[in-house]
């Protein structure tokens, strides 16, 4: 079973931050995601959490940021069942971002989330929290 936290990531506006993952991710190539990543070693959550949007966003949040919402198992197509630790984040407009990872990003809303390329379990995901 593998561990991931994955953060829903929502702007002023009430748009949502996914990551365009690119063709040589090591899953859900090509696809829409939330930002995010497995833990390493010991991690908790909240800090894989941190680290992974350090890396993708260039963005260091502290940990009173995040809110925790639940840990979902999901079926993944490439890694099987996996521990979702999902938090949330509101994106101050002052942040900028400067992508680490993924060959892109964009703000989207709810509406257009549900036209683009998502992997299943980021469908589940969307489909409750969006």
Not at 37 to 63: C, V, W, Y
Request: aromatic fraction near 8%; hydrophobic fraction near 40%.
């Amino acid at each position: 079973m593998v561990s991931v936290a994955g953060v829903i990531i929502k702007n002023k506006e009430g748009e949502y931050l996914l990551q365009l993952r690119g063709k040589d991710a090591p899953t859900a190539k090509n696809q829409w995601g939330l930002f995010g990543g497995h833990m390493e070693g010991n991690e908790s959550p909240i800090e894989a959490a941190r680290r992974e949007l350090k890396e993708e966003l260039n963005l260091d949040f502290t940990q009173d940021r995040f809110i925790f919402l639940e840990m979902m198992t999901l079926e993944d197509a490439d890694e099987g069942m996996v521990h979702q630790h999902l938090f949330s984040l509101l994106l101050e407009l002052e942040e900028k971002i400067k992508l680490g990872e993924g060959e892109g990003y964009g703000c989207f809303t709810k509406k257009a989330i549900e036209l683009l390329n998502l992997p299943q379990p980021m469908s589940d995901i969307a489909a409750k929290y969006f």
